[in-house]
């Protein structure tokens, strides 16, 4: 999976290898596979897996994606992406 620090561009990339209806643990596993470190979310509802990859690194900062993978029953509901830059 190539890494795009464009939320959109970067969704339709995740989409060509994981697509909803799938079980979750094999999102999880191509997202990991792709480079991504995936966890639980937080959030108690709806149920989402984090998956985050560092896209690049400049002196303090570090550009960073966001997967939001939602799911439902162990079946792979929904994609959210955002893309951050953060640092000091």
Do not use: W
Not at 1 to 7: N, P
Not at 41 to 61: G, I, K, N, R
């Amino acid at each position: 999976m190539k890494l795009q620090f464009e939320k959109d561009a970067m969704r339709a990339e995740v989409l060509k290898y994981i697509s909803t209806g799938m079980p979750i643990d094999n999102a999880k596993r191509i997202m990991e596979d792709s480079g991504f470190t995936c966890s639980d979310s937080c959030s108690a509802e709806p149920q989402a897996l984090q998956c985050t990859a560092v896209y690049a690194t400049h002196f303090l900062m570090a550009d960073e994606i966001y997967v939001l993978l939602y799911h439902e029953a162990g079946k792979l509901r929904d994609v959210k992406v955002d893309c951050y830059s953060v640092g000091p």
